[in-house]
Nanobody, 123 residues
């Protein structure tokens, strides 16, 4: 499975961005999906996750109420709608896919990673 993340960019604090992750080469609807982010010198942290059916969701406390994860299995794409962005959200975001487990539960064992997309929030 190949994952292509896009949608990052520069936005002012309080603004919004929507990240997308397009999957190819596999049966997207069978994969749990999610988003991670990583700041320089820090470990990659889980931001949000969604089960293959879309029924189970996970959000890190730092983004609850601001970010929304979703997926469109017909388009083989997952999304991360980010609202009320803060300067501390400035990092590289990565999408991830796993066949057997919600991605936030086993970040070290995720099956597939997309390339990162940079999000920069100016104050």
């Amino acid at each position: 499975v190949q994952l292509q993340a896009y949608g990052g960019g520069l936005v002012q604090a309080g603004g919004s961005l929507r990240l997308s992750c397009a999957a190819s080469g596999g049966t997207f609807s069978k994969y749990h999906m999610g988003w991670f982010r990583q700041a320089p010198g820090k470990e990659r942290e889980s931001v949000a996750a969604i089960s293959w059916s879309g029924r189970s969701l996970y959000y890190a406390d730092s983004v609850k109420g601001r970010f929304t994860i979703s997926r469109d299995n017909a388009k083989n794409t997952e999304y991360l709608q980010m609202n009320s962005l803060k300067p501390e959200d400035t990092v590289i975001y990565y999408c991830a896919a796993d066949r057997s487990t919600m991605v936030h539960l086993t970040p070290q064992g995720v099956d597939y990673w997309g390339q990162g997309t940079q999000v920069t929030v100016s104050s």
